[in-house]
Structure formats: C-alpha cells, structure tokens
C-alpha cells in the first residue's frame, strides 16, 4: 500500500477555446483521461455547463499535483479556479474512470442534483468536498441511468 494519503481536488475552468464543439473536447479530455489516470489511480468526474468545466478528482496526492499542472497548462482551459483541495479517508468515486457529462442534458439528471452543480458551476461556491461528493452521489444515484450515459459515451 501506498505511504501516501489520498486528496480530493474539485475544481472549475472556463471552456478556453471555441474551435472545437464541446462534445469533441469533452471527448478528447475523456479519452487522455481514461489512457492516463487508471496508471497513476486518479479517478473522477468531469461535468460541463455554459462553457464551464467543473472537475471532481480523487488520488494520491503527488500524483493529483502533478495532474493539476498538466490541467493548468492545458490550452483546453482557462481561468482555473480550485474550489476544493483536502484530505480524504476513502474514494467516494472510485469506480469512475473519468466520466464526463454535459450538465445541460437536464433530463438525465436529478433537480435537486442538477440545481446544485449549476449552482457550483456558475457561482464557484461549494460548501465542503464531502458535501459536493454527496450531492454528486444524489445526482447520479439512478445507475441505470449512468450505465446509459456511459453507453452513449
């Protein structure tokens, strides 16, 4: 077992070029993370609305600094702004190999879910990591939905 201790990392970017549709950048990053982060076990979400990203990060914490420089030079964003950096005991999104959703697929998600990462999205306030976690957690708690998204992706 690793000696070092597991972080939370929540941050939001701004969409910093409009050369590309969202979908391909969406995909692009989805790909770069799902070849990248299982060998460095990063795991999380990534979630885009109105031309913002909000990301949710879970690992070893060199390996999630490192990652989080590569992010901040990534022409892709702009405006970096980390909403979230702690500790944590135990991954709460473990078994995500970076998702990636477009949060203005409304239907696909909770209300109350949906509201909240709108929100986080827009007002760059979150009240704490585990909070935000469990407000995910609610967002997506339908699986069947999940594994649908995962299907379209």
Do not use: C, K
């Amino acid at each position: 077992m690793s000696e070092h201790a597991l972080r939370l990392i929540i941050y939001t970017s701004r969409l910093a070029s409009r050369e590309r549709t969202v979908d391909a950048v969406l995909g692009s990053i989805r790909q770069q993370s799902r070849a990248r982060n299982p060998a460095i076990g990063v795991t999380g979400v990534l979630m885009f609305h109105a031309g913002r990203f909000l990301q949710v990060l879970e690992g070893e914490e060199p390996h999630l600094r490192e990652l989080m420089s590569r992010i901040a030079v990534d022409a892709r964003h702009a405006d970096m702004l980390v909403l979230v950096d702690e500790p944590i005991g135990r991954r709460s999104l473990g078994e995500w190999n970076m998702e990636t959703f477009e949060v203005a697929n409304a239907a696909l998600f909770s209300q109350t879910g949906l509201q909240f990462v709108r929100d986080a999205l827009l007002s760059n306030v979150l009240p704490d990591g585990a909070e935000f976690v469990r407000m995910l957690h609610l967002l997506l708690a339908n699986r069947r939905i999940v594994d649908l998204i995962r299907l379209r992706a």
